[in-house]
């Protein structure tokens, strides 16, 4: 299982699932898509979740996770395994 974090690109108009390397840079793995699967940790305990998308036009508020109140900006920089 891999852990990384919530981080939204411009350019792909996507969250994607970042990585950090030994150094502590940190890279995108791989862009997430409407019901992708992972874990998001909330208040220290990890919940099973998904990603998906609502009609709002502004591309990085339109995302929300299942099953929790989180959504658009409050995405970025959440601890995520997968």
Do not use: Q
Not at 42 to 63: F, L
């Amino acid at each position: 299982m891999k852990k990384g974090y919530l981080k939204f690109n411009e350019v792909t108009g996507r969250y994607h699932f970042w990585l950090a390397d030994p150094r502590g840079c940190y890279y995108p793995e791989y862009p997430l898509h409407c019901g992708d699967c992972f874990e998001v940790k909330i208040k220290g305990k990890w919940k099973p979740t998904r990603i998906e998308a609502s009609g709002v036009r502004n591309y990085a508020d339109m995302y929300y996770l299942v099953g929790t109140r989180l959504h658009g900006r409050e995405l970025e920089d959440l601890e995520v395994r997968m």
